[in-house]
């Protein structure tokens, strides 16, 4: 399977977990990501698929859980919650 359909799979996966009823929490969102990095999506696949989930965010609050994940995904973070060490 190419890179490109896996980057077009997860992103249709993250649309769908972050319109479901309840809303997404971090963790569930911190864990999606994990399971991208472990099937092989590098730092830049990752933080772009969860870019392009932001324009699909039902509400403030799951824009904002994203936008917290993605700290975790580029590292803006405490070194403990990094997703990527790059």
Request: charged share 25%.
């Amino acid at each position: 399977m190419s890179q490109e359909t896996i980057d077009k799979y997860a992103h249709r996966l993250l649309k769908k977990l972050i319109t479901s009823t309840p809303a997404p929490t971090l963790d569930d969102l911190n864990d999606f990501a994990l399971l991208l990095k472990h099937a092989g999506l590098n730092q830049s696949q990752v933080e772009s698929i969860f870019h392009k989930a932001r324009e699909s965010t039902p509400n403030e609050t799951v824009d904002d859980t994203l936008l917290e994940v993605l700290d975790f995904i580029v590292g803006w973070c405490q070194p403990g919650k990094r997703i990527f060490n790059e």
